[in-house]
Structure formats: C-alpha cells, structure tokens
C-alpha cells in the first residue's frame, strides 16, 4: 500500500531518544493461534546474514487473499494478530481493530503525533516508543503509533494496523517534528539482531479454484534458498523514489509486444493487484477485447470475455523476464461474491497504474520470491519453489523454470 508523502529531507535514522543498550540478544517465539483465515503463512527470523537459515523462528501470517497479514506483540503485553505487511509504506501503527493498545513496563510515551496517508485510508494518534516483538524478532526501542483515528481503509478487512517494511525515507513526515525515522528492520539491524537490513517475501500462491498450494514466510536479516529457484534477479532501487520501485522495460503478451514506455513499478506486499504501466494495460484490454469495470470495489479492472483462450504476460524487468501465467493473473470465481461481481465476464487481478506508474503487487509476489535490500539499494526476484506453470529467462536466453544469473 503507497504511503502518500510530501517532500523528502535528509535522513536522519537513530530516534532523539536514549534508553540502555540491550544486554541480551536472546529472542523469542511466540505461541500462536490458527485464526479463522483459508491459510496460513509462516514468518522467519535469521539472526545472521547467511542465506541458508537451518534453525529459522516462526510466527504466523495469514494470507486472506485479499490481504498478507502477522502477529505483532506490543504494549502491555497486547498481540495485534492481523497487522497488514506492508513493502510499499515504512511506519508501523496499531489500533485498526478490536484490540487497543495500552501502555506496558516498556512503553515510553512521546510528546509526538503521527499522520499516515494511503491510496485507501489514512491514520493518525500518538507515538509511543516501545518493545516490538514479531515471532522470535524483537526489537526493544521501536516507534509505534497508537491510532485514535482511522479512516475507512475499503479495501482491507480484519485488520489490526499496519506493519511497513517500506524504505525508511518513504516514512519521512509521518511524524510531524520528525524526519526518518527506522524501520523495524533498522531498528533489528541497530539493535544488533540480524547482519544485514535484508527482507526476504516468500507469499503463498492460491490455484484457479482459490485453494492454498503452499505456505509462505517472510525472512528478516537474509533469505531462503530453499522457496525459490536458482538465482536472484537484481535490479536497481530507482533512487528518487521513497518507495521500493523498479524499472519495468516492457510488457509482451504471448509472442506480442505490447505499447510501453518503460515505466517505474513499486514492488508492493501491501497492494492486491498487479498494475500494469498505463498503455500496455489498455493495449491489452483492446487486445482481448476486454471490459475495464466502471463501478464498484473493482473499478478500473480488467475483464476478459469468457470463451477466448489466453496466454501468459510478460514483464522484462532488468534483463530478465517475468512471465504470469493466465491461472495467476485470473481471479478465482470464489472470491466474486466478495467482491460482488458476477459472470460471464472472467475478472483479472490487472489494473492501469496510470501514466508512468505501475506496481507488483501481491498478486505478482506470489509467483516470485522478492528480497529487499536497504544495504545495497537493490531488489531482487526469482519463481518460488511453488510457482507452478512460470518460465522465466534472461536477455534472449532459452527459456527455463530456473532463472539463470541475472547480476
């Protein structure tokens, strides 16, 4: 989900806050509950910087199709179960939903405010500084706000708040009086906890019918090897953008180039479609003689008529292609109720980014394991384990369901 920010000044990360360092680096895992979502997702913690973790600690998160969520303890000992994880915002707050926060023995209360604006909804309330414990990640001087104002966030249900894994400088004024303030991630690597500011996503993919083919996880302080296949894809952070973004060159359709000019895509956990640069989503709408929804929770998506054969898109992102395969990018008939649509129009997870932008969303992160890395400004993909149906290639090389050395 795309934090709306104004401009941006120099980063400043450490708070103007000065509380004992911690004397033990020792950490915890949480007991967890099966909560009433179709499946379950698993959170890992590496506590250094190798990229094979042989004892990960795991936490819950539940991916409701609609949204990628986890447990996050704070407060007086209070657990947020259904805290969206967010790579497109970069501040963390509490209070959406039925639990409240209230202060605990680690709590510090500021004399700050925060204010977060999204695509979908907005908060704002007092900051506390407290300890943060996701899984077995803790960190022990974390900015959290305590929202006394929500804005309807349409697009969400069940959640308790947001949890964003976004670059720091995207939460620059979120705090009025403050500039950057750290992450969770930058608060684990300051703390000591992990070696490197590195997320690893791994999200699970559903079929056609909206079933769960596999767990998920997400890796702080490195990745695993053992959910995607072969290499790692970098591209490069575009850095005037607060958010993590990519290039995306262009966009085929089968063997057919569709019209893009190359276009900047945040990589987004926190949004559900995949948003294609604005001429290539309306290329292929002409292109399958589509229908783009004019009202309702699904406006600005894509429809494709019931009885045409389809074929995979393409996305060539920094040498390397991506391919989406119709049973990924088709949304399952089970969830029209919820969206509250009918046949025989067949529903996409494809919307307009609109002129210039675009957006992988989660969607798109089902298919490919993604690596955020703070250190070196970087992003990286590569098909899951699970991706079933995925070819990807390098440059003009031979297609292959293991994606060659793109660095």
């Known amino acids: 989900m795309r934090l709306l920010a104004g401009s941006f000044l120099p980063i400043a990360l450490l708070p103007s806050l000065s509380f004992g360092t911690p004397t033990t680096t020792s950490l915890f895992t949480i007991p967890l509950q099966r909560q009433t979502q179709p499946a379950l997702l698993y959170l890992n913690f590496a506590e250094d910087d190798s990229p094979d973790m042989s004892d990960p600690h795991n936490a819950a998160v539940a991916n409701q199709q609609v949204q990628v969520v986890t447990a996050i303890e704070t407060g007086d000992g209070q657990t947020f179960p259904n805290m969206l994880v967010d790579t497109g915002s970069a501040f963390l707050w509490v209070d959406a939903g039925q639990t409240k926060y209230s202060p605990g023995p680690h709590s510090h209360r500021t004399n700050y405010t925060f204010d977060v604006g999204y695509g979908d909804g907005s908060a704002s309330g007092d900051v506390y500084v407290d300890q943060v414990v996701i899984g077995s990640a803790t960190v022990a001087h ?3 706000g305590a929202a006394t104002n929500v804005s309807t966030f349409s697009s969400l249900v069940n959640f308790d708040g947001i949890l964003g894994l976004g670059r720091n400088i995207g939460n620059n004024g979120s705090i009025p009086g403050k500039q950057v303030t750290p992450t969770f991630v930058d608060s684990l690597r300051s703390e000591g906890r992990i070696q490197a500011r590195t997320i690893g996503v791994y999200l699970a993919a559903y079929d056609g019918n909206g079933t769960e083919t596999d767990a998920g996880e ?18 490069p952070q575009k850095m005037d953008n607060p958010h993590w973004a990519i290039q995306i060159d262009s966009v085929s359709y089968g063997t057919m180039s569709l019209p893009n000019s190359t276009s900047e895509a945040i990589v987004d956990t926190g949004t559900l479609p995949i948003l294609l640069p604005f001429h290539a989503f309306f290329g292929l709408s002409q292109l399958l003689n589509g ?13 494709v008529p019931p009885n045409i054969t389809l074929e995979s898109l393409t996305l060539s992102i920094a040498s390397a292609n991506f391919t989406i395969p119709p049973e990924a990018y088709l949304m399952p008939e089970s969830l029209y109720a919820h ?6 129009q067949r529903q996409t997870w494809f919307a307009s980014g609109g002129f210039g932008n675009a957006a992988l969303g989660q969607k798109f992160l089902e298919l490919y394991y993604s690596v955020y890395d703070s250190d070196n400004e970087r992003i990286g993909f590569a098909p899951t384990t699970e991706g079933a ?9 031979m297609e292959s369901n293991v994606i060659p050395s793109c660095t």
Request: charged share 10%; glycine share 20%.
């Open 142 to 144: 974390q900015y959290v």
């Open 218 to 235: 997400i890796t702080f302080g490195g990745v695993d090897r053992g959910k995607f296949l072969g290499d790692l894809a970098w591209a």
């Open 291 to 303: 229908t783009i929804n004019n009202s309702g929770p699904l406006a600005g998506w894509l429809a």
């Open 339 to 344: 969206y509250n649509v009918t046949g025989p």
């Open 389 to 397: 149906g995925m070819k990807v290639s390098c440059g003009m090389g």
